[in-house]
Each structure stands twice: as C-alpha cells, then as structure tokens.
C-alpha cells in the first residue's frame, strides 16, 4: 500500500502515514485507536510493576527463611518465632501485592526497618547478625519502592495502582 497523501511505500495496518503524518482513517477512528493502544500499553506497565513488586516481597521472605532455619538448628525459638512471623508477614504482602502493590511494598519496607530497631534496640548485637541479608533485602525493597514511585509519577494518579 502506498500512502495517499505522499505515495510512500507504507503498511496497510497503519492508521498513520510514518513519512507525511497524513491521517488514514477517520479522525474518530485515528483518536479510538490511539486511546486502545494507550491504555493497552498502560495496562501492560502495570501488569509488569506488579508482578516486580510482588517478586520482591516475596525474594525478601524466601530470604528472611535462611535465618529462621540457622535460628531453629541453633535451638534459639524465640528468634525463630520472630523471624518466622518477618518472614510470613512478607510472603502474604507479596500476595497482596497483586491487588495493592505500593501499599504492599511500603508496609513492608516499614515492617522491616521497625523490626531491625526493634531487634537492635533489645539487642545491639543482632544489627551484624546476618547482615549480609539485611542489606540485600534493604537493597531490594528501595529498588521495588523507587520503581513505584517512577511508575506513579509517570502516571500522576495513585488510583492505578491502588485502587479498591
Ligand atoms: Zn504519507
């Protein structure tokens, strides 16, 4: 197909020309679509910040697991009983961060950082102990929580995300 308006070679689906931006369709037509693709590609985002968001609370209570398990072997059930509540809190944020992602990763960034000065306040000591993990669930969570908030910012409307 060639474009009427300037008579280059163009493909027969688009409602464009790419050469001389002539309109191939009604401008009605032109707008409905530009609408569709729009919120197809929006859909698409937010399928994808999701699904980040929802692997993130989820790396960080499978992470959180490692030292449950040390815990439990060492016969220390009280830092196991507290570990194991970190780690399931953030299992279920993960799945309920299908419906509500940016809640879901806020709380658990709250969570954590209050349960590390909970822990540091009764026991200076326990900041080290498994400090390599610490960091990279502190890593992680920053990276979910910069990744919303660049997706919200680009849409300028928190509803999408966390709509009810
Ligand atoms: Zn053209």
Known sequence: MNCPSCSKK?????????????LLVSKEK??????????????REKKDFIKSGRNTLLIVGGLNTIPLFMYLSQGDDLSAIIQGTIAGIFLGLGLLATKVPYAALLSGIIVYLLVMGLSALADPESIISGIIIKIIVIYYLFKG????????????????????
């Open 10 to 22: 163009i493909n027969p689906k688009t409602i464009r020309c790419p050469y001389c931006k002539a």
């Open 145 to 164: 929580m910069r990744a919303a908030n660049k997706f919200k910012k680009k849409h300028k409307n928190k509803d999408i995300l966390d709509a009810a």
């Open 30 to 43: 032109f707008s409905s679509v530009v609408k569709k693709r729009k919120e197809k590609s929006l859909e």
